[in-house]
C-alpha cells in the first residue's frame, strides 16, 4: 500500500480541532443529537442497554511486503456493549494460539466509542417510523501483541483511530413495548500508534442495529444487538525505527458482533 495518504495533505492540528467542534455540536444540549426532538417516540422506548457480546474478528497485513512477524488474527473475542440514544461503546478481548498456518499466538484487545447527532430527512418521517443522516464521532484503539512476553513498540499493533462520517439511519416502533433502531457510517479519521510519532489514516463502514424488548420484567427488558465493522488502518512507521518498512502497521480487518443483554 502507499505510504503517503490523505492525512498527510491536511495539518494535524486543523483535523484536531474539526473533530473537537464536532463533538461539541454533537454533546451539547439542544444539539442536533437531541431525542427531543421527535414526538414519535413510545414512552417506553428503552433508554440504555447493557449486553455480552460475542465478536467474530478476521484481521489481517494489508501490505505488499510481509514481514517477519505479523499480527494476523482470526479467532473469536468476547467483550461488553454500552448503549445509550446516540451513544455505543464496545469492549473486545480475545487469544489466539498457535498454530501451523502462520498464525502466532497473540492477544487482542479492541475498544471502540461511538456518538452521533441526527439531521432530519424531510419526508422520511411515516406514521412511527423514520429515517435520518446520523453525523457521527468515531473513535476506537485496537492492540494485538504476542502472548506471555512483554512487547516493544515494533512487535505490537497498538494503534489508535479518531474519525467522523455520515450515514442513513432507521428508526421504528413496531409494538407497544418493542422498538427497532439501525445505523450505517462510512467513516475517515486519522490513526497513531501509541507513544511514537507514527501517523496515517484510516477508514470504516460501521453498521449496527439493535431490537428492543421493552418493560418483559417490571422496568427490565431484552435487547438483541448486531454489528457489522469492515476497517482499513494505514499507519506510517514512526521516525525512530528508520530501518522499518512503512507498511509495518498496514492493516485491514472486519468483525461481526452478536449482542444479548437487558435495556432500561
Given at each position: 500500500?502507499?505510504?503517503s495518504?490523505?492525512?498527510?495533505?491536511?495539518?494535524?492540528?486543523?483535523?484536531?480541532?474539526?473533530?473537537?467542534?464536532?463533538?461539541?455540536?454533537?454533546?451539547?444540549?439542544?444539539?442536533?443529537?437531541?431525542?427531543?426532538?421527535?414526538?414519535?417516540?413510545?414512552?417506553?422506548?428503552a433508554?440504555?442497554?447493557?449486553?455480552a457480546?460475542?465478536?467474530?474478528?478476521?484481521?489481517?497485513?494489508?501490505?505488499?511486503?510481509?514481514?517477519?512477524?505479523?499480527?494476523?488474527?482470526?479467532?473469536?473475542?468476547?467483550?461488553?456493549?454500552?448503549?445509550?440514544?446516540?451513544?455505543?461503546?464496545?469492549?473486545?478481548?480475545?487469544?489466539?494460539s498457535?498454530?501451523?498456518?502462520?498464525?502466532?499466538?497473540?492477544?487482542?484487545?479492541?475498544?471502540?466509542?461511538?456518538?452521533?447527532?441526527e439531521?432530519?430527512?424531510a419526508?422520511?418521517?411515516?406514521?412511527?417510523s423514520?429515517?435520518?443522516?446520523?453525523?457521527a464521532?468515531?473513535?476506537?484503539?485496537?492492540?494485538v501483541?504476542?502472548?506471555?512476553?512483554?512487547?516493544?513498540?515494533?512487535?505490537?499493533?497498538?494503534?489508535?483511530?479518531?474519525?467522523?462520517?455520515?450515514?442513513l439511519?432507521?428508526?421504528?416502533?413496531?409494538?407497544?413495548?418493542?422498538?427497532?433502531?439501525?445505523?450505517?457510517?462510512?467513516?475517515?479519521?486519522?490513526?497513531?500508534?501509541?507513544?511514537?510519532?507514527?501517523?496515517?489514516?484510516?477508514?470504516?463502514?460501521?453498521?449496527?442495529?439493535?431490537?428492543?424488548?421493552?418493560?418483559?420484567?417490571?422496568?427490565?427488558?431484552?435487547?438483541?444487538?448486531?454489528?457489522?465493522?469492515?476497517?482499513?488502518?494505514?499507519?506510517?512507521?514512526?521516525d525512530?525505527?528508520?530501518?522499518?518498512?512503512?507498511?509495518?502497521?498496514?492493516?485491514?480487518?472486519?468483525?461481526?458482533?452478536?449482542?444479548?443483554?437487558?435495556?432500561?
Open positions: 500500500m502507499c505510504s495518504t490523505w492525512i498527510d495533505v491536511m495539518p494535524r492540528s486543523a483535523f484536531v480541532v474539526v473533530m473537537l467542534c464536532t463533538a461539541t455540536v454533537l454533546l451539547a444540549p439542544g444539539s442536533i443529537a437531541s431525542a427531543q426532538q421527535f414526538p414519535f417516540r413510545s414512552s417506553v422506548q433508554v440504555q442497554t447493557f449486553s457480546g460475542y465478536f467474530l474478528i478476521d484481521f489481517e497485513f494489508d501490505g505488499d511486503e510481509r514481514p517477519l512477524f505479523v499480527f494476523d488474527f482470526v479467532e473469536p473475542a468476547y467483550g461488553l456493549v454500552y448503549s445509550r440514544p446516540h451513544f455505543l461503546v464496545t469492549f473486545a478481548l480475545g487469544d489466539q498457535a498454530d501451523g498456518e502462520g498464525h502466532e499466538a497473540l492477544r487482542l484487545l479492541d475498544v471502540s466509542f461511538t456518538t452521533w447527532g439531521l432530519r430527512l419526508g422520511m418521517s411515516a406514521g412511527r423514520r429515517a435520518y443522516i446520523p453525523i464521532l468515531f473513535s476506537n484503539h485496537r492492540r501483541s504476542p502472548q506471555g512476553s512483554a512487547s516493544t513498540l515494533l512487535d505490537a499493533f497498538n494503534v489508535t483511530v479518531l474519525g467522523l462520517g455520515a450515514g439511519g432507521l428508526e421504528s416502533v413496531l409494538g407497544k413495548t418493542v422498538f427497532f433502531e439501525a445505523r450505517a457510517n462510512p467513516i475517515l479519521g486519522f490513526a497513531t500508534s501509541s507513544l511514537t510519532d507514527a501517523f496515517g489514516s484510516a477508514y470504516l463502514i460501521d453498521a449496527d442495529a439493535q431490537l428492543h424488548l421493552a418493560q418483559l420484567f417490571g422496568a427490565v427488558g431484552l435487547s438483541l444487538g448486531y454489528s457489522f465493522r469492515l476497517q482499513v488502518w494505514n499507519v506510517n512507521t514512526s525512530l525505527f528508520p530501518d522499518a518498512t512503512d507498511e509495518l502497521f498496514d492493516y485491514k480487518g472486519r468483525y461481526h458482533l452478536f449482542r444479548v443483554g437487558m435495556n432500561w
